[in-house]
């Protein structure tokens, strides 16, 4: 069991378990060296879930759908050589307003890849 873990438990038995010594949130704190609302969030979501892992799902949310993945993928497929602001052009009429960043991400994620411009040789003078 990892330490974060530990910390959680030992906060809710101190304070709610039949066998613990039923210490106040402040109490439980001061022994552990811990904060008050570290106690207090930990007590509370242990008497919710009756478990003290993270919350799944946290996080930004993405700001495309899956639909809307396949749709990118597409318009690069389809044109090789596409700039990022040209294909930004070609998903705006189609409806998807997205940056170009979130752009390079998908094309990035879904191992496509994405290059910004093909390397040109060095001219010499």
């Known amino acids: 069991m990892s ?3 530990a910390s959680r438990f ?7 378990h039949p066998k613990g010594p039923k210490m106040s949130y402040a109490a439980a704190g001061r022994y552990m060296k811990k904060s008050e609302g570290f106690v ?3 007590v509370k979501r242990y008497n919710e879930t009756k478990n003290v892992d993270d919350l799944p799902e946290r ?3 993405r700001s495309t759908t899956k639909k809307d993945d396949k749709v990118i993928i597409k318009i690069f497929e389809k044109n090789p050589g596409c700039s990022l602001r040209r294909g930004k052009n070609l998903l705006l009429k189609k409806g ?3 940056s170009l960043n979130t752009i390079r ?3 990035l994620d879904s191992e496509y890849g994405w290059q910004s411009k093909e390397k040109q040789p060095v001219r010499s003078c």
């Open 3 to 5: 330490a974060a873990y």
């Open 10 to 16: 030992e906060a809710v038995f101190l304070c709610t």
């Open 40 to 42: 207090r969030k930990w």
């Open 59 to 61: 996080g930004i949310r």
């Open 96 to 98: 998807i307003d997205v």
């Open 105 to 107: 991400q998908r094309l």
